[in-house]
């Protein structure tokens, strides 16, 4: 009997496997990025407070545990399903919700990438003045050098691709945990600016919309967490998918938490939202000196260039492991003699490559990519909460579970799709603009798929709904850039 039959997903012998650390540290390379080197000045510019950071931490922690725990759920109960993350609003929701969210789930990935170029060369600027903010020819032609090196090593195959995100991960958080020692030993942290900073000056942003500002730089920085489902199909035993993922999720939330709490005690609201990009070596110039600030800055350039490898890889394996399934064109399934999923990996560095030409004639850098980036995953996020919840409540794949297991996880569904629609809320009206525009021309790519395999078109009537507000959307989208009321480069 096949392990798909007995409901087991374990490949003790495939050769690209990859073990519990490969996929703690994919999680963990593409969770921490540059959003950690700039968080703290992201929310004070966000018009946060202490108090505010700290409750938005609250319900991000959360939130973001509820994901977690969701993604964990439905890797337990649902093993069969190893298609990373589309594939639970496949099975729940039909092949259009499905393909909408691989598609956003993989157009997340490319702008996250996208987003993290700029940072990186703005990181190097410190180093080398030429590459200015990070947005000009030089660091476009540096950044387009990287990307095609990302696409030569995970055609190489997954798994090597793997194995150096092992030694990224390490060569980055090296100097993140200097960075936290150095300020807690050099007592620079002061209480008095602390609380100053708790409830902030007097007129600020409304408590309400200072925590909605933390909660979507927050959620950006954990973007990935879901990163060992993403190839759940590519681990060697499918229980550790689970638990990589817990484990990861418990260190970043911590050091997140650190970075936070210090940075508020280095320096006021108004001095940190001042600092530019990564904020975080400003704070350790004024701690330390000048070789606080390199420090972070070579920690940023280390941090991205793995979260930029570790990005490739996810965007190459969703629509590699959708295609298989039967959800994007056939094309996307071609592998290469080194079982890497070719096709996919080349789109994407190709899409990637045409965005940073887009760089070059826009006034948007890094806030604005990963803005979108985060809208575009929300979708994903909503389907797979949803997902468990229906499935926790009819009892489906929880066979002999306790009856608290499944209370815990039905709470753990709701508590995550409340957050997902929380988020969407977050993201504001520009955010869902935009996100339509990019979710229109996955429409024409999910009619190319179902013609080639002869499957009917929005054979539902729930998709031929959700298809038509995603055009009408569209069309408005377009008008309110026109007419100057979004703005987008």
């Not at 969770?31 to 929310?43: C, K, L, S």
């Not at 295609?323 to 399934?333: L, T």
Request: aromatic share 14%.
């Amino acid at each position: 009997m096949s392990n798909l039959a007995t409901g087991r997903t374990d490949r003790v012998n495939d050769p690209n496997g990859l073990s519990m650390p490969h996929l703690i540290a994919a999680v963990i390379t593409a969770v921490i990025g540059g959003g950690v080197f700039t968080m703290a000045g992201d929310m004070a510019a966000a018009g946060a407070n202490t108090a505010a950071v700290l409750i938005g931490w609250l319900v991000c922690g959360i939130g973001v545990f509820c994901l977690m725990m969701c993604f964990y759920a439905l890797n337990k109960f649902k093993p069969e399903l190893t298609g990373g993350i589309y594939s639970y609003a496949r099975a729940g929701f039909g092949e259009f919700m499905g393909f909408n969210s691989a598609y956003g789930y993989w157009i997340s990935a490319l702008l996250a990438t996208v987003s993290y170029t700029t940072l990186l060369f703005a990181s190097l600027s410190f180093f080398f003045p030429v590459f200015g903010e990070g947005n000009n020819l030089i660091s476009v032609i540096g950044a387009s050098l990287i990307v095609w090196i990302c696409w030569a090593l995970v055609c190489r195959g997954v798994k090597e691709a793997a194995s150096i995100n092992i030694i990224t991960t390490i060569a980055k958080l090296v100097p993140l945990f200097v960075a936290i020692v150095a300020i807690i030993f050099s007592m620079h942290f002061d209480p008095a600016v602390f609380m100053e900073n708790f409830w902030g000056e007097p007129g600020g942003p409304a408590l309400w919309d200072q925590i909605v500002g933390t909660v979507g730089v927050s959620i950006w920085i954990f973007l990935g967490i879901e990163g060992a489902v993403a190839i759940s199909g590519r681990a060697k035993y499918s229980k550790d998918v689970g638990r990589a993922t817990i484990i990861a999720f418990c260190g970043i939330l911590a050091i997140y938490l650190i970075v936070s709490i210090l940075s508020m005690g280095v320096m006021p609201r108004a001095e940190l939202a001042a600092l530019p990009n990564p904020s975080m070596a400003g704070v350790l110039e004024v701690v330390v000196g000048p070789w606080g600030a390199a420090l972070v800055n070579l920690g940023v350039a280390l941090s991205l260039l793995g979260a930029m490898l570790g990005y490739t890889i996810i965007a190459s394996e969703c629509p590699h492991e959708a295609a298989e399934q039967g959800v994007f064109p056939k094309i996307f399934a071609k592998k290469n003699k080194n079982g890497a999923p070719v096709v996919t990996c080349t789109i994407t560095c190709l899409i990637v490559q045409a965005f940073l030409i887009v760089i070059l004639f826009s006034e948007q850098t890094y806030q604005f990519f990963y803005g979108v980036s985060v809208s575009m995953i929300l979708i994903p996020y909503f389907f797979s909460t949803f997902y468990l919840f229906v499935c926790a409540v009819k009892k489906d794949g929880f066979g002999e579970a306790s009856a608290a297991s499944v209370w815990f996880y039905r709470v753990v569904g709701f508590v995550g799709f409340f957050y997902s629609l929380f988020l969407i809320y977050a993201g504001g009206l520009t955010g869902l603009m935009i996100t339509t525009i990019l979710f229109a021309p996955g429409i024409l790519l999910y009619v190319y798929g179902q013609k080639e395999r002869g499957q009917a078109i929005l054979p539902k009537t729930s998709d031929k709904v959700v298809a038509a507000a995603i055009v009408v959307f569209f069309v408005v989208s377009l008008v309110m850039i026109v007419t100057g009321q979004i703005s987008v480069i």
